[in-house]
């Protein structure tokens, strides 16, 4: 495979960066559409950007933008330990370009297990129930919904398949299918909706695992509005940004 650096454009949630990748990182950018996204990229050197554009300020800055990082190896599933979380953040407003997560697996040779550690809940009046400890990563308000949106690409890391998904209305969505990764690199859910197709949830979003899986509160339509909903294709975007990550159209 050719080492072959060359310039390309990488998209994150508040804007993009210009950078030389390799090839190999050209295709871990790359999610199956014409753009190239930074997020299962990582951690680039600092130095491979040439200019970056902050959706916020709305403008565009020649060099890097800040690119913030911690090592929390903390396991989030068997045999999967979040390895590094980091940031890309702009200089002038301190808006985040882009983040991302790097998994590792702790032993190459066996496959990934159920996302864990499930607790027993205490105060509900089905024990079986558990209480799943939400993944390391920073809050984001845009992903915490109820309902189950379009799935991205995803890589499957296990499988909880035929639990059937019930939200606090005591409403069946559907069945879930397995646990993933999308391409934010945030762990969510998968499942088979009640229509026969695929929908995913963020893991934060789950309230209780047991029997059933049990979701969280619902988020109200005027809050999605509010949430960088994208009103030409309907992704969700994270909180603060002006253009959408799917589309690329101006958010209103």
């Not at 200019?51 to 396991?75: A, D, L, Q, S």
């Amino acid at each position: 495979m050719s080492t072959e650096l060359r310039l390309k454009k990488l998209r994150g949630s508040g804007g993009f960066v210009m950078a030389t990748v390799t090839d190999q990182q050209q295709m871990k950018g790359n999610l199956g559409g014409p753009d190239l996204f930074l997020a299962p990229i990582g951690r680039l050197d600092s130095k491979k950007i040439t200019k970056y554009f902050c959706n916020t300020c709305e403008k565009e800055f020649e060099g890097p933008p800040k690119i913030e990082y911690e090592n929390p190896n903390e396991e989030v599933a068997e045999n999967l330990v979040l390895a590094e979380k980091g940031q890309y953040i702009c200089n002038s407003c301190n808006a985040t370009i882009a983040e991302y997560r790097e998994f590792k697996k702790q032993n190459e040779t066996v496959e990934i297990g159920i996302a864990k550690p499930l607790e027993t809940a205490s105060q509900i009046i089905t024990p079986q129930i558990s209480q799943p400890e939400p993944p390391a990563q920073i809050p984001v308000k845009s992903e915490i919904t109820q309902s189950a949106t379009q799935p991205g690409p995803v890589t499957a890391i296990s499988s909880i398949e035929g639990l059937v998904v019930i939200d606090e209305n005591a409403k069946k969505i559907g069945k879930a299918k397995q646990v993933g990764i999308d391409s934010n690199q945030s762990v969510v859910l998968l499942i088979i909706k009640n229509d026969g197709t695929e929908g995913s949830i963020p893991w934060n979003s789950i309230r209780k695992v047991g029997e059933v899986i049990l979701l969280g509160s619902p988020v109200s339509a005027p809050q999605l509005s509010q949430l960088g909903k994208c009103t030409n294709c309907g992704f969700t975007n994270k909180e603060g940004s002006k253009f959408c990550e799917e589309c690329g159209s101006k958010l209103q």
